[in-house]
């Protein structure tokens, strides 16, 4: 057969099949349901990983907080333990501090200090049997030894040599009074506390959540990969994308054992070197996708089987026209069964924006009646009834003009609309080649609600439904903003319930929750319409309050209406409570505008409140030093102790010699005051004196040691001076004068040879009252000392405050005197400011030859310090040998 006749039978036979009607309509169908089938598949696997990802990742933001306050807490409770053994560490009894104080919860397996050479001093666990091991070779002492950071370091999982459990290494750097090395403070964290809790949470069968470090190292995981714990995984995907991003997700086919592909959702801690890692499995989170596209691929491929055959009979039956109708009547009830059975409102455009088809469930998600929109409705008038049945967004304007756009557009798209009846539908757009389009409908309201869940769960207080640490700091950030952008000012108040434990201890934990919950209802409806209140954790809670140009004064009268409003009686199942609160405020922006920073001083400010006998506020001053923090965490114990000790007169009064720089003689003697324990050790100033000032028992103390001092000196020679130091507590007690004239009375010793020692702080606080005592007792005779000169805030105008008999060169200028040339000239310059204004100068802290050499050179006039003895009992104290001071300087 020639070419030309093969073309002849083409057009006369197979043309007009191909373009029979029946041909064209069944590869429309076709298409569309293939096209439909794969956009639903589509749209399923979007909103399947969607919800997998936004899940994984309020996961890591919920294990994010846990884990930042479980360490924030063990830090917090590693830094007092620190304090608290660096005031007397001879006298330190690990075991019963830790009974007394109950910082550590139980994840944490071992309490344990660690002496400079890295030998085991302390441990709460067996310390008979433990105590002299050596761990120099641990991590956790060698990354402190020669680090002068003070910062907390979490070392990678160890098998601990006491407990002989997997554990997390929790440390600290001990520093000695000269900042040297001191040894290491450690606190042992049971990873199995975390895996508890991670495998508590539902990741699937094959999934995981995993705490690595930045440098790779497992920390803890979940599940059965305890294998794991300790490995180094820094060759993983997700180190490809950190620290580039702190957050966000991947897919990977390895995870090191069993090659599971998996999605993985990641997050970095803000304050830590660790992240958190949540894994689920694909398989798992496409499983449903995996039966829904088996199913549509048979519905699909049935029908498609159908239509074809539909086509060749009907093509080849053309001469039977009626028996070709039944059958095309047939396919077409077929599709109107698949598409009416689909789960989703599924709908076909033409090129000319006329519906084509769509499925009954269509309709009735948008609340259409039945034929309300058949084939041909233009797109305009079905947004139109959508309107008017009042299932479309609210602004009905800005929704016609949305989708009309979307209409005309040749690009997919995918869109998710809030309805006026609260329901949340998702479209899912695709452009057809012919310029019409279909769209899959589907209702997504109880996958949204589920997530919005989720993420409550992560920003709110399970208990109390209150804003929880990481919401509330989010509002205090966006406060921040809005005071730079509007200058709206605001304050933050810290509100701690005082002795809330002794309900929980004896009423019980559910009591407890009640009680709490009604405070929280009562905060609420105290504060005003824009403040938010959260509950940080136990009974701590915050208020974040917006204020006007009154400032402090409106965070004032919030505090005090709290206060009054939490004092008043609760009826919790009929048990009549009585709860007060403690209050700290902090303002912004005098007081900053980062979150962390308000509510630190804030808690500072809630500190001395309670320092003060608690159900009180304070606000925020410049003064509340981390002093007043270690002073509190030690008052209740030392306070009675101290005041017993007076009654007792356990205290001795130790005397260092002053020498003159030009003679080398003693001149003078300054009394340090020593308590001896019931033990019979001495207990180091620094850790009763602050006390004692809190407490007001100094006003005792420093009376019993001016009269004690007063009456050893009668008996020295009469060209010795005495030294005695007073506490600007003492000062503003009202009667000082009284009390020193009494204390030279009765010992009969001459005001013309008291010096008494006072500091900066004297000026600083209550100028006027101090400064008419001090100029009172001056005008007996007596030589008032300015210690500690040059620490202090402004030291020179002091010299102009008031006519000082002499000045105390701090020994921090002296100790750095032969190593820094800035020291020595501060030190020249000292003296000679003060040889101009007629005021004689002590050197502090002098320990060398060379030291006091220099402050020769300087024209220091007195000298004290190690190198002409130490302080020693009355008892053992020698005058008259200024060759032996000679001596040791000749040396």
Excluded at 44 to 73: I, P, Q, W, Y
Excluded at 199 to 223: E, L, P, W
Excluded at 496 to 515: P, Q, T, W
Aim: glycine share 8%.
């Amino acid at each position: 057969m020639s070419f030309s006749e093969s073309v002849r039978k083409f057009q006369s036979e197979w043309l007009p099949i191909v373009g029979h009607g029946s041909a064209l309509m069944g590869a429309l169908l076709i298409g569309f349901i293939w096209l439909s089938v794969n956009f639903f598949l589509e749209n399923e696997r979007n909103t399947a990983e969607l919800a997998a990802v936004k899940n994984s990742m309020n996961l890591a933001g919920a294990f994010d907080e846990h884990l930042s306050r479980s360490l924030s807490e063990t830090d917090r409770a590693l830094k007092l333990l620190r304090n608290r053994y660096a005031r007397a560490p001879g006298e330190f009894d690990l075991d019963d501090w830790l009974k007394t104080v109950q910082l550590f919860d139980n994840e944490i397996l071992q309490v344990s200090l660690i002496d400079a050479n890295g030998v085991l001093r302390l441990s709460s666990v067996d310390p008979t049997r433990f105590v002299g091991l050596d761990l120099s070779d641990r991590e956790h002492f060698k990354v402190h030894v020669h680090s002068d950071s003070d910062e907390l370091f979490i070392s990678k999982p160890v098998i601990g040599r006491t407990t002989q459990k997997w554990s997390i290494q929790l440390s600290r750097r001990i520093a000695n009074e000269d900042g040297s090395f001191g040894g290491v403070i450690v606190a042992s964290l049971d990873p199995s506390y975390l895996t508890r809790i991670y495998n508590a949470v539902n990741t699937g069968s094959a999934g995981h959540i995993r705490i690595i470090g930045t440098d790779g190292v497992v920390r803890a995981t979940s599940g059965s990969t305890m294998s794991l714990l300790g490995r180094d995984l820094s060759g993983i995907d997700m180190f490809k994308r950190y620290p580039r991003e702190t957050s966000g997700w991947y897919y990977t086919d390895s995870s090191f054992s069993d090659r599971i592909p998996r999605l993985m959702a990641f997050r970095a801690l803000k304050s830590y070197p660790l992240i958190i890692m949540v894994g689920q499995s694909s398989h798992e989170i496409f499983a449903l996708l995996g039966i829904k596209q088996r199913v549509g691929y048979l519905v699909a491929s049935v029908l498609t089987l159908v239509i074809l055959a539909v086509a060749v009979f009907s093509i080849s039956g053309s001469m039977a026209r009626e028996h070709d109708k039944k059958r095309l009547e047939h396919t077409n009830m077929l599709l109107n069964a698949t598409l009416a059975h689909m789960p989703h409102g599924i709908c076909m455009f033409g090129a000319d924006k006329n519906l084509a088809l769509a499925n009954d469930l269509y309709s009735t998600m948008y609340g259409l009646e039945p034929g309300q929109i058949p084939p041909g409705t233009p797109l305009i008038d079905i947004l139109k009834a959508r309107i008017e049945a009042g299932s479309s967004p609210k602004d009905a304007d800005k929704y016609l003009e949305e989708r009309l756009a979307d209409a005309h557009s040749s690009r997919p798209s995918y869109v998710i609309s809030e309805l006026q009846d609260g329901r949340i539908f998702s479209i899912s757009r695709q452009a057809m080649p012919d310029g019409g389009s279909v769209a899959i409908h589907q209702d997504i309201t109880t996958q949204k609600r589920t997530e919005e869940k989720i993420s409550y769960l992560a920003h709110y207080d399970a208990l109390t439904n209150l804003a929880n640490r990481v919401r509330f700091l989010e509002h205090v950030n966006a406060a921040a903003e809005n005071y730079r952008a509007r200058g709206m000012r605001f304050a933050v108040h810290l509100l701690d319930l005082d002795r809330f434990k002794e309900v929980n201890d004896s009423l019980g934990h559910a009591i407890g929750d009640a009680l709490l919950f009604e405070i929280a209802s009562r905060l609420g409806e105290s504060v005003g319409p824009g403040d938010v209140v959260a509950r940080l954790g136990g009974d701590e809670f915050t208020v974040l309050q917006t204020i006007g140009d009154d400032g402090a004064e409106e965070a004032i009268l919030l505090a005090d209406r709290i206060r009054r409003v939490i004092a008043r009686p609760f009826d919790i199942d009929g048990h009549h409570l009585t709860i007060e609160t403690s209050i700290g405020i902090a303002v912004a922006p005098e007081h900053g505008l980062v979150a962390h920073e308000l509510l630190k001083k804030a808690d500072l400010a809630l500190y001395r409140t309670k320092a003060d006998g608690r159900n009180g506020w304070r606000l925020f001053e410049s003064d509340m030093e981390q002093a007043a923090n270690e002073r509190l965490a030690m008052a209740m114990a030392m306070a009675m102790a101290l005041r017993e000790s007076i009654d007792r007169e356990e205290f001795e009064l130790h005397y260092q010699p002053v020498v003159s720089v030009t003679t080398e003689n003693v001149v003078g003697v300054e009394a340090l005051l020593r308590w001896r324990s019931p033990g019979g050790e001495l207990v180091a100033p620094g850790s009763f004196i602050p006390l004692a000032e809190d407490t007001g028992l100094i006003i005792p103390l420093g009376e019993w040691a001016l009269r004690r001092a007063c009456k050893d000196a009668a008996c020295w020679p009469s060209d010795v001076r005495l030294a005695v130091n007073l506490s600007p507590v003492q000062i503003r007690g009202g009667d000082m004068v009284d009390t020193v004239k009494r204390a030279l009375a009765d010992s009969g010793f001459p005001a013309s040879r008291l010096e008494l020692e006072v500091t900066e702080s004297v000026l600083l606080q209550h100028n006027e009252q101090n400064l008419r005592v001090l100029h009172e007792l001056q005008d007996l005779g007596i030589a008032i000392v300015l210690d500690d000169f040059g620490t202090g805030y402004s030291s020179l105008s002091y010299l102009l405050s008031f006519p000082f008999d002499k000045i105390k060169i701090d020994r921090t200028f002296v100790a750095e005197l032969s190593r820094r040339s800035d020291c020595a000239a501060i030190v020249s310059a000292v003296s000679g400011l003060a040889r101009s204004l007629n005021i004689a100068t002590t050197a502090e802290g002098v320990e060398t030859t060379e030291q006091f050499t220099l402050l020769r050179a300087a024209g220091c006039t007195l000298a004290q310090g190690f190198l002409f003895g130490q302080p020693c009992s009355n008892t053992v104290l020698e005058f008259g040998h200024p060759q032996v001071f000679r001596t040791r300087v000749a040396s």
